[in-house]
């Protein structure tokens, strides 16, 4: 079983009689499998790099290739197509992974990277209460530099800039994904008022979140891909 992200094509080479069953998965397809539960923070960590878990003769998870051919089947029957079920399959298989994935040696790049991996947790907890980053710091009980020079070697993005794109990608999915008001959606994010948050969605996407609901709504738009990244991103 292997994952590569967007721009990290691995080569792979099969042995005559091999067959593959190969996945396409969109950012905000990805977003929605991850989710926002215990198992989240590991899930995105596990899918910033490229991957591979054996699975025996006899498989450990046997119904791994049904959920793909459920996945396949529900992609390609145009009557279905579900974002619902696509993300409950994926998300089946994304935490599969996980549990067969190698662990990680104890040394000190595995507790920097345990550092990194509580850090994005606590991200997912709080960044709705616009927590700074000293506090974040305070409650991992790390110095606030160590804790962005951890950030930094490991993803290239400050503390600050790992907060702010989880911000913008859940923004992005509600602005697709619901019908509600600009003015709900900014107080579900823990905005005061509908216009910090557009102010804060512009600086960072460089366009007004009515207007990136606009765009987003146009199927046929061949800005979507470019658009839609940020979840690459975060985590």
């Known amino acids: 079983m292997c994952f590569w992200p967007q721009g990290k094509i691995p080569q792979i080479t099969f042995l005559p009689g091999s067959s593959a069953k190969v996945l396409g998965l969109s950012d905000t397809l990805m977003l929605d499998a991850v989710g926002a539960q215990a198992?989240?923070?590991?899930?995105r960590m596990m899918i910033e790099q490229p991957f591979q878990v054996a699975l025996q003769v006899e498989p450990r998870v046997p119904h791994i290739e049904s959920l793909f051919d459920w996945f396949n089947f529900e992609a390609k029957v145009p009557q279905l197509r579900s974002p619902m079920m696509l993300s409950a399959y994926l998300r089946c298989l994304l935490i599969i992974g996980l549990r067969i994935h190698a662990p990680l040696t104890e040394d000190l790049a595995s507790k920097r990277t345990?550092?990194?991996?509580?850090?994005r947790h606590l991200v997912e907890l709080h960044y709705r209460e616009h927590w700074k980053?000293?506090?974040y710091a305070a409650e991992l009980g790390v110095?606030?530099?160590?804790?962005?020079?951890?950030c930094k070697r490991h993803t290239n993005c400050t503390p600050a800039e790992l907060v702010n794109e989880r911000m913008v990608a859940e923004a992005k999915a509600r602005l697709e994904k619901?019908?509600?008001s600009l003015k709900k959606i900014a107080s579900t994010l823990g905005y005061a008022d509908g216009s910090r948050f557009s102010h804060f969605f512009k600086r960072r996407t460089g366009?007004?979140?009515?207007?990136?609901?606009?765009?987003t709504s146009q199927a046929e738009n061949k800005n979507l891909k470019h658009l839609r990244r940020?979840?690459?991103?975060?985590?």
């Open 39 to 43: 198992e989240s923070v590991h899930l």
């Open 114 to 119: 345990e550092v990194l991996r509580r850090f």
């Open 133 to 135: 980053i000293a506090d």
């Open 143 to 150: 110095e606030y530099d160590r804790l962005h020079n951890i």
């Open 178 to 180: 619901t019908g509600h």
């Open 207 to 215: 366009m007004s979140p009515g207007a990136y609901r606009t765009l």
């Open 230 to 235: 940020g979840f690459s991103d975060w985590p």
